[in-house]
């Protein structure tokens, strides 16, 4: 049953390499038993899949992550098929001409075949290890080359072979050593992980047109008689038939990258075999020959071997040592490479910088997708890493998710820092089918005449976690007023678990009102934390600690439901706007946690704003989005707060669920009676007039600034000109004495003589 599920499932592309390897089973028993049609027949199978292969070769490019390699492949296979008809031109009494380009098509193939194999594992490789790969191949290839001058090469000339056939026969010895090139390519790279890989087929392939094409070639060389032409034809058909079945296996699936790490052991044991190779062939030839003709080629490729193992001794030498100063993951430098590139810097007396990274909620990202999706984000966050800063800085890997810079020569920290956050923005990571946006704290510090690589890392310490603390990603320069808050902040998260439960957290309210006459439209709800030793807890010491423990989404749950039990049963039913954090949005029962507090407290759903801040809503991926437009469908209403502090764009703004722009009370104290002034603030409630939302001013506290917002068009503000926050009690007296104030006002006005 599994096997005719597996049938049912296959794809045309399968079903095309059931049929095609029938076909060629059945073709070759049928020149079997008639002699005659053995030629017809041979040469007619190995065209057909030359023609099918350039066909499935093309169609690879499409899924597979090497599709140069497979574009060469393709342009090989269709180079065969031109040298075919060529050489049948030549021999149906074409020009002599014809015969050169038929013999230089062929040997086209050879070459785009071995181009093919570099091309899709050359980029898999990387530094030093390009050159210790390129070395064993050239081993491996020069062994080859010792066998084929010896009983090839040397055997043409002996014999004195006519120039037409002898320019044939070295044609194909070199395309036979440019297979054997594209074969260790392969192998040597590590594009051979398994069985069922499509590059198996590939493999075997080039190993069987090696094989056959030797085999023909010794046949014509060493022979009057053509013999066993038949089972020499059979391999050539069976290495076309398996060069075609590879690009129709990368059809069927889509083709995973493989790694270098991840090629079998015992191709290792390739250039050990080339090696013993060259050696037994030189032995042999010194016993056996007294002529110094075979010497020649073979001492060259002797002295070409020596010299590619020169090569791989020296990587392998240079990679020992970096063990010991580079982080296997990444590539970077580890600890001990951080601190002796700092300790020349030092000895030189160069100007040097330390930039010192964190990766914010690095382990939410290995709890949810696994150890292997965090070590693609290090691996990716390296390269990204490389990328922005000069070849002569140093760039390491100090701990799980921490990682270093250090400029020299004068480079500008800060523009580094931006940089680096900029790389992550733009470069999400893809972990299965989700697109990750990395965020990082960057705490940077200059180098001091006299500075120990303790003291360097210490001052870079403090600043990163003064950028953590600050907001994720940000960075922050070290200042000397800074102090190591990390225990503090550690006794104040202990504190504040259980701080709701136990009634500390207070809900104070600060009214939303109409700037023409100050009623109050609505109040937003905000928490402050009376502890019992410390007294008032700023909002600014403890709402990043509860950001960074996990703490947030409980105190925000907490404050979502007071302040939706208060305004209830308020007078004149008052809307209250509540903070999400960022923390919050990733949570996936969000929704439902914000509608039972809802149900329970009464509260209508139209008289609830929910406000969050850009950072928290511009990664797309990250589910925030999703979640508002969810809110919102249920008649939440959704506020940007502090709107152009961010990171967001128009492209952004133009698709989010939002119903309020919140402007800044940092663009609000701009306002001066001038247009530079008033420029940035002008600019947001334009942009909500063109987009249909409402304004809210944050932080009035001159009359000049209200009257200034609604020459501007913004009807609607919070600030100390109207009221502090305030618990609930006092916010509700203090409107209701405004209205009791502004009803008598009227009533003055009207009782006035006209």
């Known amino acids: 049953m599994a096997l005719l599920s597996r049938m049912t499932s296959w794809r045309p592309a399968s079903r095309a390499a059931v049929v095609l390897v029938s076909l060629v089973v059945a073709t070759q028993l049928v020149s079997l038993a008639e002699p005659g049609l053995r030629r017809p027949i041979l040469f007619g199978s190995v065209l057909l899949l030359d023609v099918i292969g350039v066909y499935f070769s093309f169609r690879a490019v499409r899924n597979s992550p090497y599709p140069w390699g497979w574009r060469l492949i393709g342009l090989a296979r269709a180079s065969a098929v031109a040298a075919f008809f060529v050489l049948l031109w030549y021999l149906q009494d074409g020009p002599v001409f014809a015969y050169w380009a038929g013999i230089g098509l062929r040997g086209m193939m050879f070459v785009l075949l071995a181009a093919a194999a570099f091309v899709s594992r050359l980029p898999e490789i990387r530094g030093r290890n390009r050159w210790a790969y390129i070395a064993e191949i050239v081993i491996v290839v020069a062994a080859g080359a010792m066998l084929a001058w010896y009983f090839v090469i040397d055997h043409a000339f002996v014999v004195h072979t006519p120039p037409m056939e002898l320019s044939r026969i070295l044609g194909y010895v070199v395309g036979d050593l440019l297979v054997l090139t594209a074969t260790c390519a392969l192998l040597l790279g590590g594009a051979w992980p398994h069985l069922a890989h499509p590059t198996t087929p590939m493999v075997g392939g080039l190993v069987l047109l090696m094989i056959t094409d030797v085999a023909w070639n010794a046949t014509d060389l060493h022979s009057d008689t053509q013999a066993d032409v038949w089972l020499i034809g059979l391999g050539m058909v069976g290495a076309g038939l398996l060069l075609t079945l590879s690009p129709i296996a ?377 979640t508002l437009h969810e809110l919102r469908s249920h008649g939440i209403r959704i506020a940007v707060d502090d709107f152009g502090t961010g990171y967001s764009s128009l492209h952004y703004l133009t698709r989010l669920p939002v119903d309020i722009l919140k402007i800044d009370r940092s663009f609000v104290a701009e306002l001066d009676g001038t247009p530079t002034g008033a420029a940035i603030a002008e600019a947001v409630i334009r942009l909500a007039q063109v987009l249909r939302l409402r304004t809210i001013a944050e932080g009035i506290e001159t009359t000049e600034q209200a009257h200034e917002l609604l020459a501007l068009g913004c009807h609607t503000g919070q600030g100390y000109l109207y009221a502090p926050p305030r618990p609930l009690d006092e916010a509700l007296r203090s409107e209701t004495r405004r209205v009791e104030a502004l009803g008598s006002e009227a009533r003055r006005r009207q009782d006035q003589p006209g």
């Open 250 to 626: 990368a059809v069927t699936q889509r083709g995973q990258r493989v790694e270098l790490n991840r090629r079998p052991a015992w191709s290792q044991r390739l250039v050990l075999a080339s090696l013993l190779t060259g050696a037994v062939t030189l032995i042999a030839v010194t016993i056996n020959e007294d002529d110094m003709f075979p010497w020649g080629g073979l001492v060259i490729c002797l002295l070409l071997m020596v010299a590619a193992v020169m090569v791989h001794m020296t990587v392998s030498l240079r990679q020992t040592r970096d063990l010991v100063v580079a982080d296997p993951l990444t590539g970077l430098a580890n600890r001990t490479g951080l601190e002796d590139a700092i300790a020349i810097a030092a000895r030189r007396g160069e100007p040097a910088a330390l930039l010192l990274i964190d990766l914010d909620d690095f382990k939410l990202i290995n709890d949810a997708y696994g150890h292997a999706a965090g070590d693609t984000v290090l691996t990716e966050f390296g390269h990204h890493l490389r990328a922005v800063v000069r070849a002569k800085d140093t760039c390491a890997r100090i701990g799980g998710d921490e990682f270093a810079v250090l400029l020299t020569g004068g480079a500008a920290p800060d523009v580094v820092a931006q940089r680096i956050l900029g790389a992550l923005t733009a470069h999400p990571v893809r972990l299965g089918e989700d697109t990750v946006l990395v965020h990082a704290s960057i705490g940077l510090t200059d180098a001091r005449p006299g500075d120990t690589t303790k003291e360097l890392m210490r001052r870079a310490d403090l600043a990163m976690y003064a950028a953590k603390r600050a907001g994720a990603h940000s960075w922050m320069r070290h200042d000397p007023s800074m102090v190591d808050r990390r225990a503090m902040d550690a006794a104040l998260a202990d504190d504040l678990t259980g701080a709701a439960a136990r009634g500390e957290l207070i809900v104070l309210y600060q009214p939303i009102v109409t700037i023409e006459t100050g009623a109050a439209a609505g109040y937003e709800a905000l928490v402050r934390w009376r502890h019992p030793v410390r007294g008032l807890v700023p909002p600014l010491d403890f709402i990043p600690v509860a950001e960074r423990t996990g703490l947030i989404y409980d105190i925000g749950l907490h404050v979502l439901e007071r302040a939706c039990t208060d305004m209830a049963a308020a007078p004149g039913r008052p809307y209250v706007s509540v903070n999400l954090s960022p923390r919050q949005m990733q949570t996936p029962t969000l929704v439902h946690d914000v509608l039972a507090v809802v149900r329970r407290s009464g509260i209508g759903l139209d008289r609830l704003v929910l406000e969050v801040t850009e950072s928290a809503i511009v990664d797309e991926q990250s589910g925030g989005i999703a």
